[in-house]
C-alpha cells in the first residue's frame, strides 16, 4: 500500500460530477418521505392531545371547595373521628368508638345558616358496622345535593384496623 493514496471501494460507482449515485435522491423515494411526514405529524398532534387530556385532569379543581375543605376535618383532625392514642394520630384512620353524632357536633361547630350540612355514613362488614350521623343543620325532609362516591377507609376497632367505607352527603351548597 501506498501512502498519500486514497483508496476507493470499486463497489460504490460515481457518476459525472464526481459524487457517489447513493447521495442523490431517487424521484421514487419521494412519495414514501412525503407519506411518512404527513403519518409522524398526525401521530405526534396524537400524543399531544393525549397528553394535555391527562396532564389537565390532573390539576382539575373540584366545584364545591368549601365543601371539601370542610370534610377535609373528618379525615385529619384527631378532635374530630380520627385514631388518636398516646400522642399518635393516625390520618385517615377513623375510630369507630369516636364515630357519633355529639362527636361529629362538637367538631363541626359552625353558623348552621352559612355552612353546608352533612350526613356521613360508614360501614364496615368485617365488623359489620353501619351507623349514619348528620350534622345539626340537616334537614330530613330535603334530599341532598350533591352524594360523594363512598371512599375506602380503615376502621380502627377493638384494637385491630378494618376495611370499611365511608360516604359523605352534602345539604346547602352555595
Known amino acids: 500500500m501506498v501512502e498519500g493514496v486514497l483508496q476507493v471501494n470499486p463497489k460504490i460507482k460515481f457518476n459525472k460530477k464526481g459524487t457517489a449515485a447513493s447521495e442523490m435522491w431517487a424521484p421514487d423515494t419521494i412519495l414514501f ?4 411526514g404527513i403519518v409522524l405529524g398526525f401521530a405526534a398532534v396524537f400524543f399531544v392531545l393525549i397528553v394535555s387530556k391527562s396532564g389537565s385532569d390532573q390539576a382539575a379543581i373540584n366545584g364545591n ?13 384527631p378532635s374530630c373521628f380520627v385514631y388518636n392514642k398516646d400522642g399518635i394520630v393516625l390520618n385517615r384512620v377513623i375510630d ?21 350540612a352533612f350526613k356521613i355514613t360508614l360501614n364496615s362488614q368485617t365488623t359489620n358496622f353501619y351507623s349514619t350521623i348528620k350534622t345539626k343543620n340537616w334537614n330530613d325532609n330535603r334530599e341532598f345535593e350533591e352524594k360523594k362516591a363512598p371512599k375506602n377507609m380503615l376502621l380502627y376497632s377493638q384494637n385491630e384496623l378494618h376495611n370499611g367505607e365511608i360516604i359523605i352527603e352534602t345539604q346547602n351548597i352555595r
Open 65 to 77: 371547595l368549601e365543601s371539601l375543605n370542610l370534610m377535609q376535618r373528618f379525615f385529619i383532625s
Open 33 to 36: 418521505w412525503l407519506f411518512y
Open 96 to 116: 369507630i368508638d369516636k364515630f357519633n353524632e355529639a362527636r361529629l357536633n362538637s367538631c363541626y361547630s359552625i353558623n348552621e345558616k352559612l355552612y353546608p
